[in-house]
């Protein structure tokens, strides 16, 4: 609706100029984007190892930190996971999104801050709806629900204050309250780990709602509509 579409630019106006800003000053904002991060980082394990204080530019920043592989961050990714604090980032990591080993046979283990949440994936999110509402006034996304599809998530062998599991389920998890009366299915549902179950469930729990987007993983939710029209 032209009307929601209106509020949603309006109220996204800044935003929308910094993303124009993105399109028009791409290295600038990567630079800035990447000194903020040191120096936030500055006084952690890593930041003092490195010497993130002292390095002001990005050929600085090639010098001193030498390019790493997950096996060569392994060791302190399974500190972090202990619940040792402050070693590659200041906040608490509580969230850990593992991946499925593309490149090995074993599976890696990704830390997820709630910085990389909020201003990454939530943020992106975001993005994506302001700038369809600004290119497609006319849309309706905004008078149904999202239908969220995602993986699921469990403690980890190394301690219970973290958890590990898909990506999509950590952002479901950490969805800010307000987003629950936007998205269907229910939570519960949307991190079951049986995935023939979770498509059933799925299928009875949203045949009646208004469901006018899909986000989660593309062939997951391909999958999903196939059974539905089963």
Request: aromatic residues 10%; hydrophobic residues 35%; proline residues 5%.
């Amino acid at each position: 609706m032209p009307i929601l579409s209106s509020i949603v630019n309006w109220v996204n106006t800044k935003r929308l100029h910094q993303i124009d800003l993105f399109r028009k000053y791409p290295y600038d904002v990567q630079r800035d984007g990447l000194m903020r991060l040191l120096g936030e980082a500055k006084d952690t394990w890593i930041g003092k190892k490195y010497g993130f204080s002292e390095i002001r530019t990005i050929e600085k920043f090639q010098e001193r930190v030498p390019l790493s592989n997950y096996e060569d961050l392994q060791p302190v990714i399974k500190r972090v996971m202990s619940g040792e604090p402050n070693l590659l980032w200041p906040s608490e990591v509580k969230w850990f999104a593992k991946s499925s080993g593309t490149t090995s046979e074993k599976s890696k283990f990704i830390p997820v801050t709630q910085e990389a949440l909020e201003e990454c994936h939530f943020r992106g999110g975001k993005d994506v709806i302001a700038i369809y509402c600004q290119n497609y006034p006319d849309n309706k996304i905004l008078t149904g629900k999202g239908l969220t599809l995602g993986g699921s998530h469990q403690i980890n062998s190394y301690s219970n204050q973290s958890f590990y599991g898909d990506l999509s389920a950590i952002i479901i998890e950490n969805l800010p309250f307000w987003a629950q009366f936007i998205r269907t299915p229910s939570q519960e549902v949307a991190l079951l780990s049986e995935w023939e179950e979770k498509m059933d469930i799925i299928t009875r729990e949203t045949i009646r709602d208004n469901v006018t987007s899909l986000s989660g993983v593309p062939s997951w939710n391909l999958v999903l509509i196939k059974y539905i029209l089963e």
